[in-house]
Nanobody
Framework: VQLVESGGGLVRPGSSLTLSCATSGFTLSINHMSWVRQAPGKGLEWVAGISTTGHVTDYADSVKGRFTISRDDANNMLYLEMNSLKPEDTARYYC?????????RGQGTQVTVSS
């Protein structure tokens, strides 16, 4: 199982970013998937989940209405579109196999929201 996140960066409050997760070593289409994050000094926080079909999604209250999770099974990709970013969204973001997320996740991509 390999999960490789990308797309993070340093952005100003109110900005947008789209994170990508390239998957390999397993059949993405038959797995629910999640995004989780870890802010400095804090534990892992579940952010979003998506069903195998993509028809069912859910989000943490802290990001609902601002973040959108999506998947492209044909290209073995998972995405997280993040809009209206806030300083409290600063964290390392990981894609994870499963929903609820398992411990199978990538190395993460850093998102820093600061003016």
């Amino acid at each position: 199982v390999q999960l490789v996140e990308s797309g993070g960066g340093l952005v100003r409050p109110g900005s947008s970013l789209t994170l990508s997760c390239a998957t390999s070593g397993f059949t993405l289409s038959i797995n629910h998937m999640s995004w989780v994050r870890q802010a400095p000094g804090k534990g892992l926080e579940w952010v979003a989940g998506i069903s195998t079909t993509g028809h069912v999604t859910d989000y943490a209250d802290s990001v609902k209405g601002r973040f959108t999770i999506s998947r492209d099974d044909a290209n073995n990709m998972l995405y997280l579109e993040m809009n209206s970013l806030k300083p409290e969204d600063t964290a390392r973001y990981y894609c994870a196999k499963g929903w609820p997320p398992t411990d199978s996740r990538g190395q993460g991509t850093q998102v820093t929201v600061s003016s």
